[in-house]
Every structure is written in C-alpha cells, then in structure tokens.
C-alpha cells in the first residue's frame, strides 16, 4: 500500500516538476546500499528527466548496470553519456572504451579514446590505454606519437609517468638512445619518481655522470636501500673518490652486513690501504655470501688477495 502511495506521489511529481522529482530520484539512488534499488532510482531518474538527463547520470545509471551485470544497458547508457552535449569525460571514455574491447570492437574503442582525448589531451588514463591498445594491435609508431603528444601537454606528474611508459616501449623495442632519453625526462619532470630514477640508472651505466645523478637521487630517495650505497661506492671509486667511496660501502654495510657488492668493495678498499688481513676477512665473508664473486675465484686461486679492477668495476 505504502509503495502504491508512494508510486503515486512520484507520478504527480513527475508531471508538476520533472526537475524535482529527478532529484528526488537521484538522492534515494545514492542512499540506497542495494545495487539492484540504485538501479531502480537512478533508472527512474533518467525516465523522469525526459531525455535530458545529465552526463554525470547516464555514466552512474551505466556502472549501476554492470553491478547487477546488465552488460548490454550499462554500454547503452555509457553510450549516451559519451555522446552527450556536454561532451564525452575521461571516467566514461574509459568505460566505454574497456566494454568496447571486450566485445572485440578494438577500432570502435581506438576512436572513443581518440574523440575523447580531443577534449581531454593532457588524461594520463586515457593516454595511456589509447597507447597500450595501439601496441597490442601492432602500431607501435602510432603508439609512440600519442604518448608523446600526451606527454607535452600533461601536467609535471602526468608528463613524468608518460614518459615512463615511452622509455619501457622504446626499451622493448631494442630503441635503447631513445629510452634513454625518455628516462632523463621523466627523471627531471618529477624527481621524486623512484621509478624514473630506477630507469635511468639502469640505462646510464655507460654515461658516468648521468649514472652518479641518478644513484645519489636513489640514495636520497630510498636511503635505506644497501644496493643503491654499494653501487655509489663503486662508482665513486672508480672515480678515484676513495673517501666517499667508504662512506658509501660502510652505509650499505649498516643496511645489510651481508651485501655481496658492497663486502667486495670493502675489502678493496682495505686492501688499497695496506690492511691485508682484515681485507681477507672481508673476502671470506664474501665467500660465504657470494660463491661466484670474481675477487673470491682471484684469492682462491692464489691464496692472497690479487685485485684487479675487473672485480669490482662490474658492479657498475
């Protein structure tokens, strides 16, 4: 009876001011924990609005349909939502795009993300996906040239992470100058990215100063990790830096006592300075650690320390 009553005042509603009576509708929906009763408020919403719904109510009453996994209605109403006056927004396309491909439509999702990259050029979401789905259809070129453009116009961050995803597809392509490059970028657009930096170091081992930038940004960044100390102790050394080259190994030392690289370096280090037993007994510590180590094979076979710089500078 009370639904009944309820239906009624609705109707009359509806006809005396659809604008409130949608609001109503509206508000039930999203007060509502069950998905099939927002369903229901947000389908009457969209009803009462008389083919001038919203954007923001079309892409809801969508995602409302796919919980209750009416997958058909949920892709018409994102549809709608897309085509909308107002113009298609980054969480529709999206959507959209993902139903799209999951239906095997790859060209009718390339143009949703293309059409709504126009109104959105700097989406990193939307960047991204358009790329990925670039890739996998085998337009690597096409790909590349869309996260580029994405990357000028994004913000600082957006930029950053775009070109992370440019340097791990020029990576994947054998492309390694242009990776490079893609690397320093999104290193130098958002320093306190761990990934970039990460990125960098591995592809600069053959740019000493661009190598050192990117461990001491390591360092800084996640001070507690004992690799990165070790690989700035080597390099240090190997730039005849022998007192930062110690603190560095001693850091890393503190982090893990049993770091392979940085045991290694350290018995160098004592070695150069004229202390042989106590750099055997970083070598044995070595040993125990690390049995491939190339200064552990060198004492082994000599029974002394014979170092030479091809045992430390491959940890470069």
Same mark, same amino acid.
């Given at each position: 009876m009370e639904r009944s009553k309820a239906q009624e005042t609705l109707q009359t509603l509806r006809s005396v001011n659809p604008q409130r009576c949608m609001s109503l509708l509206t508000e039930l929906a999203y007060s509502s924990h069950s998905p099939v009763e927002r369903h229901r408020w947000l389908s009457e919403a969209v009803s009462c609005a008389r083919g001038d719904a919203s954007r923001k109510l079309l892409h809801d009453l969508g995602e409302a349909s796919l919980v209750i996994d009416r997958r058909d209605e949920a892709m018409s109403y994102f549809e709608q939502a897309f085509q909308h006056p107002d113009g298609p927004d980054?969480?529709? @396309?999206?959507? &959209? @795009? =993902?139903?799209?491909?999951r239906k095997d439509r790859t060209k009718d999702a390339l143009e949703v993300y293309r059409v709504a990259l126009q109104s959105s050029p700097g989406s990193l979401p939307l960047i991204r996906n358009y790329g990925q789905l670039l890739l996998k259809e085998g337009r690597s070129s096409e790909a590349i040239g869309a996260i580029s453009r994405g990357a000028r116009l994004a913000p600082a961050n957006e930029a950053s992470a775009l070109h992370l995803l440019l340097a791990e597809l020029h990576q994947g392509l054998g492309q390694m100058s242009e990776a490079l490059i893609a690397w320093e970028a999104a290193a130098s657009l958002n320093p306190e990215s761990v990934a970039a930096w990460r990125g960098l170091a591995a592809a600069a081992r053959s740019d000493g100063q661009l190598h050192l930038r990117s461990l001491r940004n390591l360092v800084r960044l *996640?001070?507690?990790? @004992? *690799?990165?100390?070790? =690989?700035l102790g080597a390099l240090r050394l190997a730039a005849g830096e022998v007192v930062e080259a110690e603190a560095d190994v001693d850091r890393a030392l503190k982090l893990d006592p049993c770091n392979g690289p940085a045991l *290694? &370096?350290?018995? &160098? &280090?004592l070695e150069k300075a004229g202390k042989e037993s106590q750099a055997l007994d970083f070598v044995e510590r070595v040993a125990r650690e690390n049995k491939s180590s190339k200064a552990v094979v060198a004492v082994e076979l000599t029974g002394k320390l014979h170092w030479e710089s091809v045992h430390w500078i491959g940890l470069l």
């Open positions: 980054v969480d529709t @396309a999206k959507a &959209l @795009a =993902q139903m799209y491909v *996640e001070p507690g990790n @004992a *690799e990165w100390h070790a =690989q *290694e &370096l350290k018995a &160098l &280090l």
